[in-house]
């Protein structure tokens, strides 16, 4: 027979079972697609780890969805139960939220105190439509033009010196391209791959962000890609085709720049540590992309993935309020420095977790972004389709099917179409 005291002891601890219970069924579960493998997925495991662990009023649960499985993502949105938070491509981001898919975090951001000068130059309106923004970055890639010192001392020309303008580009591509005896390319001084790149380093742009009109057909749009018909012409398209068939994996020793098969390339901060891993003796420069005469110099091209909330999220308050605070200057600056990537927090890059990791290769991309022009995929409801336009007309321009004028007039007839049916 159990005596008062033993009825007490387990009064109190049915009563402590029934609060914690109490409290474990109250504590809301929000569900978090995020696109990243491998140590990179690791990174951000840890900071959801570290959320959970600093409250008791939710819990994240974190899935790899790879940003490449659109067809999943898109299915969630418009089946009506999507999970609270995740993570899209940019070109998604506008399309998305215009179309009613995502919620417009506009006025929870202000009810934060966050505004433009928060953000690196250029980014506030990354992710916008006609005042709503739909999401906020994750990290920021950016393109800078690279070149392989080594292949420059071999060419007789000097390492130090890249071409700071389009006409010594030509001259020091032809100089650095090597042909054999059979008329294969053996070596490629450069090959434009961007096409956008070049439309704004000659004073073009795709779109005007003030009056959000497309502008495809733009006089400088007409000069780039003239001058990039030209290239094609000279070094010969299919040349070019056949020798990109014998390159390597990009994420790879094999990587045709590290190989000295390309003297020069677009490339992105991320080389600052793949080249560590894959080709630690590379000697290597990066710098602003060259201009013509008269053009746009130090064009700084930004893309980036997104994290959204759907408007159909059943927890969207959880969900906002795990975003800013895995968006703050603390959070952003780790996962950067995880992928090395640029952070698109103004505060962030003064942070040891993030400042620590700057290589000088990293340190010309990040004062890119902080003196040049930057520009970022235009954020239109037709944003994909536009892009898929443009790919059609540098293709058609490449094979010789037509002029760039009338290929860059095609598309933005094409676009201003697909438009018409969002007005």
């Known amino acids: 027979m159990t005596g008062p005291g033993g009825f007490a002891r387990r009064l109190m601890l049915a009563v402590l079972l029934s609060v914690a219970a109490g409290s474990a069924l109250a504590q809301t579960e929000i569900t978090f697609w995020y696109a990243w493998g491998g140590s990179e997925g690791q990174a951000l495991a840890e900071l959801i780890d570290e959320y959970n662990a600093m409250q008791s009023d939710v819990h994240v649960r974190g899935s790899f969805v790879p940003i ?22 940019d070109w998604m981001v506008v399309p998305l939220g215009y179309g009613g ?26 992710g916008a439509y006609q005042g709503e923004k739909y999401g906020l970055p994750t990290t920021l890639n950016v393109y800078g033009f690279s070149w392989n010192k080594d292949v420059f001392e071999e060419a007789g020309l000097d390492p130090e010196a890249p071409p700071r303008t389009i006409e010594e580009l030509d001259e020091i591509a032809e100089l650095l391209t090597v042909m054999d005896a059979r ?12 096409t956008s790149i070049y439309f704004y380093a000659f004073g073009g742009q795709l779109y005007d962000p003030e009056t959000l009109e497309v502008t495809l057909d ?53 080389e600052a540590l793949a080249s560590t891993v894959h080709a630690p003796d590379l000697n290597w420069g990066v710098t602003n992309f060259p201009a013509p005469e008269g053009g746009r110099a130090d064009v700084a091209p930004v893309q980036s993935s997104f994290w959204v909330v759907p408007a159909q999220a059943a927890h969207r308050d959880e969900a906002l309020e795990f975003l800013l605070w895995l968006t703050e200057p603390e959070q952003s600056a780790r996962f950067a420095a995880a992928l090395a990537n ?12 993030f400042g620590e990791t700057v290589t000088p290769h990293l340190q010309v991309f990040i004062d890119m972004l902080l003196e040049g022009y930057v520009y970022t995929p235009p954020g239109l409801p037709v ?11 540098v ?7 037509t002029t760039p004028q009338a290929a860059l007039e095609t598309a933005q007839r094409n676009v201003l179409r697909e438009l018409e049916k969002y007005d």
Request: hydrophobic letters at 40%; proline letters at 7%; zero cysteines.
């Open 183 to 194: 008329g294969n390319l053996r070596r490629l001084g450069f090959y434009p791959n961007v």
């Open 68 to 89: 490449g499985d659109g067809e999943r993502i898109l299915a969630s949105l418009a089946g009506g139960s999507p999970a609270d938070l995740v993570t899209v491509w």
């Open 395 to 401: 293709n058609s321009v490449q094979d010789g099917n």
């Open 383 to 393: 944003g994909l389709y536009l892009s898929e336009q443009l790919n059609q007309a």
């Open 101 to 126: 898919a995502l919620l417009d975090l506009s006025p929870h951001l202000e009810s934060v105190g966050l505004s433009e000068e928060d953000f690196l130059p250029g980014i506030w309106e990354y």
């Open 218 to 270: 733009h006089p400088g749009n007409v000069a780039a890609l003239q001058w990039l018909a030209d290239y094609y012409e000279k070094y010969d398209i299919n040349l070019i085709r056949r020798f990109q068939a014998g390159w390597g994996d990009m994420a790879s020793p094999f990587n045709p720049f590290y190989r000295g098969q390309i003297g020069i390339q677009e490339g992105g901060q991320w």
């Open 342 to 353: 640029i952070p698109p927090r103004q505060a962030a890059l003064d942070l040891p977790a």
